[in-house]
């Protein structure tokens, strides 16, 4: 992941119980539109993109750059986990540290699966770059968001406004020499 240090991209598809982790493709593309372009899916991210503005700005091969998991499902995209340096909108406290992002398409919300391919590539990152501390932004009003945060081992650090909202930061402890987080573990 290039901006994550010397880790080799792509890896290796991620296999858990139910999804796969892989690199975004051609095939994937229609999927994202449908991701980038949704309401809900937009609701705590300053709302949906236009689809026609989508349609004729997406490349081919949608957002394929190191540290974009696309999750699928069954052979489907459902969704995307990314991991990538925190940017300029994150605070301060945020600088130098990585930052995990998700969507999933509304039908495969509730389900677990935002959980399970999250954890799978906290876990590739540990196993890539030991040590390195998480951090993850959401709208406190996204209980979503939150219970799923608290779920993946984050702790609150700050809490700020931005976009007309109150924004929550969390980090995730890195993981120690002996494998543990202490007593945040997953």
Known sequence: MTDLGPVAWPPAPIKTERLVLRESE???RATFVELLASPEVGTYLGGPRPHDELERTLPEVPESQPGLFVIELDGAMIGQVLLRRATGHAPSAAAGKAELGYLLLPHAWGRGYAAEA???ALDW???E???EPVVLFTQTANAR???LAAKLGFAEVQ???AWGAEQWMGMRSPVTESGNRGLRGR
């Open 129 to 131: 770059l030991p040590g």
């Open 145 to 147: 968001s939150m219970r």
């Open 118 to 120: 999250c954890a799978a």
């Open 125 to 127: 990152l540990d196993d």
């Open 159 to 161: 809490r700020y406004e």
């Open 26 to 28: 051609a095939r994937d």
